[in-house]
């Protein structure tokens, strides 16, 4: 694959990590040679942010228009309309995020070009290869998509890393926009900050996290202590927010917070997809499960497969005894 395109994600004037993700699975692909495209479509104000996407890719279309600055399907759909032919390119890559997840359908219905949604990896093996989880990631799937001049994927976030990615001297291509159509059908009100609540999980570094293995309300002291012991913050799984054991801003996953501590303990999690996409990249995984085979184990730098019950008040004891607080100098 020569010439692969990702279309650079960026929200209240910040590049989403997604973007870095995926700009390095480009290069990968590509290899020496090849060539990586951003495609960014926003408002001229915001070409400032453009310094952070040009050193890592071959070239930049940047589509600038007044009426982008914030993300609106209908008229980013209009603007892309406007590139999408002058793109020469096999690939282009989009985030699986709440953005991707609107945009990315859009396109693939508008130019009928194979779309896959979702991919944790893809490969050139003869024609493209995607791969996705099934069954809560149980399963893993490769789908070939149809040979066809473009093709498009969304990339799970933080399925490729978004460090260390490769410097280039990349051009920039600036495309003064002037979308037009009747948009009103859907148009960008206002953006809301989700609710931080009483403990702000993602700026914890160390969390305990706490699954439907916890069983009850009552047991999640027990993980507090662990927390209060390690100087972090309790979380958890959707169940255990849905169950309203824990509050919604204390969940981890796709549908809750995303975090990156320097610990973070599972304990009683199974480790499901949606969850694991939110703290796969902590510095540190320890997981507590009863169940040897439970997917957690999968990301886990270390795994205690037991009892949580057991293994939790001697963990917390034994971390008060290295601090030195004993048993009852908390
Ligand atoms: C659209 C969508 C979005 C979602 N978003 C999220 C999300 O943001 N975050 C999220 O977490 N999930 C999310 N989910 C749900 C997700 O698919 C899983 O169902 C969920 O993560 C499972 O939570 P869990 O690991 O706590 O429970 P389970 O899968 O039931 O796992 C409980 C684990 O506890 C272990 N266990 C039980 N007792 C003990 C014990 N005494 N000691 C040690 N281990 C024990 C078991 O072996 C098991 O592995 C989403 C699902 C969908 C469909």
């Known amino acids: 694959m020569e010439k692969i395109a990702v279309w650079v994600e960026h929200r209240q004037n910040e590049i989403r990590d997604i973007t870095f993700e995926m700009l390095g699975k480009a290069h990968q692909l590509v290899g020496d040679g090849g060539q990586v495209i951003a495609l960014f479509l926003g408002d001229p104000s915001q070409k400032g942010l453009l310094d952070k996407i040009t050193p890592h890719a071959h070239r930049t279309v940047a589509y600038l228009d007044s009426n982008l600055k914030d993300f609106e399907p209908l008229r980013y759909q209009a ?3 406007d590139i999408f032919e002058k793109v020469d390119c096999q ?3 989009m985030g699986q995020t709440a953005f991707g997840m609107d945009f990315a359908p859009a396109v693939a219905a508008r130019w009928e070009i194979p779309f896959t949604t979702d991919i944790v990896d893809v490969e050139v093996d003869g024609g493209l290869i995607a791969v996705r989880q099934m069954y809560s ?4 799937a490769k789908v070939s998509l149809k040979e066809a001049d473009k093709m498009l994927c969304t990339v799970r976030a933080g399925a490729f890393p978004a460090e260390d990615l490769p410097t280039v001297s990349g051009e920039v291509q600036e495309i003064t926009g002037a979308v037009e159509g009747d948009f009103s059908a859907r148009a960008f009100v206002e953006y809301l900050e989700a609710a931080v609540g009483d403990v702000d999980i993602t700026q914890a570094d160390v969390i305990v996290s706490v699954g439907r293995g916890i069983k009850d309300a009552d047991n999640i002291p027990v993980a507090q202590e662990l927390a209060d012991a390690l100087g972090g913050v309790v ?3 959707r169940p255990v927010a849905d169950k309203k054991w824990l509050p919604k801003e204390r969940q981890v996953g796709t549908s ?6 320097k610990v973070y303990i599972a304990l009683g999690i199974s480790g499901a997809f949606q969850h694991q996409a939110g703290m796969k990249n902590a ?7 009863k169940d040897p085979k439970a997917p957690i184990f999968g990301i886990a730098h270390y795994g205690i497969v037991d009892d949580l019950f057991k293994v939790v008040p001697a963990l917390t004891e034994k971390v008060k005894e290295l601090r030195g607080w004993g048993n009852s100098d908390k």
Request: overall charge positive; charged content about 10%.
């Open 235 to 237: 979380a958890c799984s």
């Open 79 to 81: 603007a892309f309309a």
């Open 283 to 289: 510095g540190t995984i320890i997981a507590v499960n």
């Open 137 to 140: 990631g149980k399963v893993s």
């Open 91 to 93: 690939l282009i890559l």
């Open 256 to 261: 809750g917070k995303t975090v990156k501590p």
